[in-house]
């Protein structure tokens, strides 16, 4: 049994609007992919952590494997593709390709900086069940169903969560729900949609409210400041 963490960073990041890939911005010393793909490498049950990177960017894993003290495996980066779900496509095929006992790989978005190694083994426990599982939390604002620019109705918030990563999958499940999904036609915004099409239950476990993923400018320096501080708490 084999497990790899897939750490996504190869989006433009244009929400931010920084100039520069999202995962590449550097934080208290470190880039956003950097932070993630050294607490996967910490989690218990992660063999190995694959970053993928933004094409022509592949040197900035260089400085990455300089300073990795795993203990997992730090593998070579690859580039992504054009949206998240050919990105996950371009790292399990690599990690496929250099561990061959593959049987489960881990998700996770680079922009969410502030994960900690229980995040990923709370999502491999999870997702032994079924699996497949993710982390979710409830939203803190009251949600709408909108029909253009009306309300077609108010969603129960105590059946609703948003969803986060890493998210967990056997490897011989997300290969097929990816593929299911370039067969089809769909995309999805996180690994989990693509699952759920395949009628697999996906399980879901309370996520941690401090693992927020850095998306508009002025999160980098509530981000910056809690990684600073240590800040993987909450
Ligand atoms: O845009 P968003 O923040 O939802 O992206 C989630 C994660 O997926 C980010 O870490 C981003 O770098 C990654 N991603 C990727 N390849 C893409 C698009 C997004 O690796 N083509």
């Known amino acids: 049994m084999r497990t790899v963490a897939l750490i996504l960073a190869a989006g433009r990041g244009e929400r931010l609007g920084a100039g520069q890939p999202k995962g590449l911005i550097a934080l208290a010393g470190r880039s956003l992919f950097e932070w993630s793909a050294a607490a996967l490498g910490q989690a218990a049950g992660v063999d190995a952590v694959l970053p993928v990177l933004p094409a022509g960017c592949l040197a900035a894993a260089q400085a990455l494997d300089r300073v990795w003290t795993g203990p997992a495996r730090l593998l070579e980066a690859v580039e992504g593709g054009a949206r998240r779900q050919d990105s996950v496509e371009h790292g399990l095929a690599a990690a496929r390709g250099r561990l061959p006992e593959l049987s489960w790989v881990l998700v996770h978005d680079?922009?969410?900086?502030?994960?900690?190694?229980?995040?990923?083994?709370?999502?491999?426990?999870?997702?032994?069940?079924?699996?497949?599982?993710?982390?979710?939390?409830?939203?803190?604002?009251?949600?709408?169903?909108?029909?253009?620019?009306?309300?077609?109705?108010?969603?129960?918030?105590?059946?609703?969560?948003?969803?986060?990563?890493?998210?967990?999958?056997?490897?011989?499940?997300?290969?097929?729900?990816?593929?299911?999904?370039?067969?089809?036609?769909?995309?999805?915004?996180?690994?989990?949609?693509?699952?759920?099409?395949?009628g697999v239950e996906v399980r879901v476990f309370p996520g941690r409210p401090g693992n927020w993923k850095v998306t508009h400018a002025a999160d980098l320096e509530r981000a910056a400041a809690a990684l600073a501080g240590g800040g993987r708490g909450a």
């Open 110 to 198: 680079a922009a969410r900086c502030l994960v900690a190694p229980r995040d990923a083994e709370a999502a491999l426990a999870a997702a032994r069940a079924t699996g497949a599982a993710l982390p979710v939390v409830p939203p803190a604002d009251t949600v709408k169903l909108l029909d253009g620019d009306r309300v077609r109705r108010t969603l129960e918030r105590d059946q609703l969560g948003l969803a986060l990563t890493p998210q967990a999958f056997r490897a011989e499940i997300l290969a097929e729900a990816l593929d299911k999904a370039r067969r089809d036609g769909f995309t999805g915004t996180d690994c989990a949609s693509l699952v759920e099409r395949l």
